[in-house]
C-alpha cells in the first residue's frame, strides 16, 4: 500500500499537463501512487498521460465529464493510500513538497493535513511569492476559515479517512468554491489543519482557470459560506459591505470606511479570542494576520481618500511602526517590496518545459 495518493482531475489540460506530471514523479519522496483521473478531455491530454511509462501512474478515464466536485469524489473512493495529495493539472510542486508535508505529518500524529505557500506562476512564467497570508497553527486556521480560503488547495495533503468522512459537497454551493467549503467544514469538525511556512508549488495564475472566469461567483458564492459561518459561529452579522473591504482589501475611498472596516475588523478578531482558549502560537498568528490586514487597509486608504484626509492615515501608519516587532509583518513587508512593488524584480521560472 502506498503512503500517498496524489489526486489529479485533468480536464482539457494538454498546454501545462507534462510540467505538472514531471513535477509528481520527481519528488524526493517516492512512496506514492499517482492517480490521474481524465474527466473527459477533448483535447491531447489522454496521449500526453499515456506517454509515461512510470509504475506510479494509475490512469482513469471518465467516458464523460463529470466536473471536478464529482471527479474529486471518484478519486477519494480509489485512493489507495492513507494520505491523498492534492494536484491540479496547470500547476507544478517543488520537489521536496512530499517530503516535508510527510515529515510534518509523522511528527505530530495529531495533525490531519496541511498545505504551504505557494509562487504566482503567470503566463509569461514570470512568478511572485504568494502575499496571502496562510495561519500556521491549528486555531488561527480555524478562525480564518471562517471567513476566507486558508490554505492552497492543490498543495492540500490529507488523512484519506478524513476525505471519504467528509467529501467534497456536491451542490451547488459549493459549485467552484469547493476549496472554501472544504476547509472551514473540515475545521469547525475538529479536523486539525495547519499551513507549513515553506514555498510547495507554483500556482498557476491562468486566464482559463476558474479564479479567472467565474470571479464573480466565487465572490457571492464566498460571501454567503462566510456569512453563515461567522453568524453560526461568532453571532456576528457580516454585511456584504464589510466582507468587500476584509477581503478586497480596496475600496477605502473615504475615511469613514477606513474607520468602519477596521472596528468590524477588531469586534471580528475579539469574539473569536473571547470564545475559544487558544494557544499561544495561535493568538500570535491571529494578531500577525490582523496587523498585516489593517496594514492594507491604511495602504489602501491612502491610495484612494480625498488629500486632506490622507495626513491622517498617514499619521495612522506612523503610529503603527510597532508592528515591525512582528516577525510574520515584516516578512510580508519584505516580499512586497521584492516581488510586488514598483520597484521589484522580475524573476523568471526556468526550467519549464
Not at 495529495?85 to 516535508?100: G, Q
Not at 511572485?128 to 497553527?137: A, C, S, T
Not at 488547495?153 to 451542490?171: A, Q, Y
Not at 472566469?213 to 457580516?238: C, G, M, P, W
Request: overall charge positive; proline content about 3%; hydrophobic content about 40%.
Amino acid at each position: 500500500m502506498p503512503k500517498i495518493t496524489v489526486l489529479m482531475p485533468v480536464y482539457n489540460g494538454e498546454k501545462y499537463l507534462r510540467s505538472a506530471i514531471e513535477s509528481i514523479l520527481n519528488q524526493t519522496y517516492k512512496d506514492f501512487e499517482f492517480l490521474i483521473i481524465n474527466d473527459g478531455s477533448t483535447d491531447e491530454s489522454e496521449r500526453i498521460i499515456l506517454s509515461y511509462s512510470d509504475d506510479r501512474i494509475r490512469y482513469v478515464k471518465n467516458e464523460r465529464n463529470l466536473r471536478l466536485i464529482k471527479t474529486l469524489n471518484k478519486g477519494i473512493t480509489l485512493a489507495k493510500g492513507l494520505y491523498i495529495a492534492r494536484m491540479d493539472c496547470d500547476d507544478i510542486s517543488l520537489p521536496n513538497r512530499f517530503e516535508e508535508q510527510m515529515q510534518a505529518l509523522e511528527k505530530d500524529p495529531t495533525l490531519d493535513g496541511v498545505s504551504g505557500r505557494s509562487y504566482d506562476l503567470y503566463y509569461d512564467l514570470s512568478i511572485k511569492r504568494n502575499l496571502r497570508f496562510l495561519p500556521l497553527h491549528f486555531d488561527a486556521f480555524r478562525f480564518t476559515s471562517l471567513f476566507e480560503v486558508s490554505y492552497i488547495h492543490p498543495c492540500l495533503m490529507i488523512k484519506t479517512e478524513v476525505l471519504r468522512n467528509e467529501p467534497f459537497k456536491d451542490d451547488d454551493a459549493a459549485l467552484n468554491v469547493e476549496d472554501f467549503e472544504l476547509g472551514c467544514r473540515l475545521v469547525q469538525k475538529g479536523y486539525k489543519i495547519e499551513n507549513l511556512d515553506s514555498f510547495q508549488i507554483y500556482y498557476r495564475k491562468n486566464l482559463e482557470g476558474v479564479c479567472f472566469t467565474h470571479r464573480d461567483e466565487q465572490k457571492e458564492k464566498s460571501y454567503i459560506i462566510a456569512k453563515n459561518n461567522l453568524a453560526a459561529v461568532l453571532n456576528f452579522e457580516l454585511t456584504a459591505n464589510f466582507y468587500s473591504l476584509l477581503t478586497e482589501k480596496k475600496g477605502f475611498d473615504s475615511f469613514g470606511k477606513l474607520r468602519f472596516a477596521i472596528h468590524n475588523l477588531n469586534v471580528l478578531v475579539h469574539s473569536f479570542l473571547a470564545k475559544y482558549n487558544i494557544s499561544n502560537n495561535s493568538k500570535s498568528d491571529i494578531k500577525s494576520w490582523m496587523r498585516i490586514r489593517k496594514f492594507s487597509f491604511y495602504v489602501s486608504a491612502l491610495k484612494e481618500i480625498p488629500v486632506p484626509f490622507k495626513f491622517v492615515v498617514l499619521f495612522y501608519l506612523v503610529s503603527k511602526l510597532g508592528y515591525c516587532l512582528d516577525k510574520r509583518f515584516v516578512e510580508a513587508i519584505k516580499i512586497w517590496l521584492a516581488d510586488w512593488s514598483p520597484f521589484s524584480k522580475i524573476k523568471y521560472l526556468k526550467d519549464e518545459k
